[in-house]
Nanobody, 118 residues
Framework: QVQLVESGGGLVQPGGSLRLSCAAS????????MGWFRQAPGKEREMLVL???????YYTSVVKGRFTISRDNTKNTMYLQMNSLRPEDTAVYYC????????????WGQGIQVTVSS
């Protein structure tokens, strides 16, 4: 069974930083494309970044230069370092996994709230 568990969300002030973590099942972490999506209130879910097991990474323009994805293969954990946060980054953030790196991933975490507010 594939499991993705996010952690690290919360409240942060504008301009601040936050790091999200995603613990994944071992059988998928080494071979699946992992990613982060988010959904803000009243908006559609959007892709932020995809990371393929071979090392390629794709960032959308929304987060390029501010967010960084990383993977710790020894811990089966993926991270999203978020810097220079803005109020419009407020959303529920989801960790995803897909065997082919599709933009509609097969597996999703439960989501974690990130709120950027003063």
């Amino acid at each position: 069974q594939v499991q993705l568990v996010e952690s690290g969300g919360g409240l942060v002030q504008p301009g601040g930083s936050l790091r999200l973590s995603c613990a994944a099942s071992g059988r998928i972490f080494s071979s699946y494309a992992m990613g982060w999506f988010r959904q803000a209130p009243g908006k559609e879910r959007e892709m932020l970044v995809l990371s393929w097991s071979g090392g390629n990474t794709y960032y959308t323009s929304v987060v390029k230069g501010r967010f960084t994805i990383s993977r710790d293969n020894t811990k089966n954990t993926m991270y999203l370092q978020m810097n220079s946060l803005r109020p419009e980054d407020t959303a529920v953030y989801y960790c995803t996994a897909d065997p082919e790196g599709r933009d509609q991933p097969e597996y999703w975490g439960q989501g974690i709230q990130v709120t950027v507010s003063s």
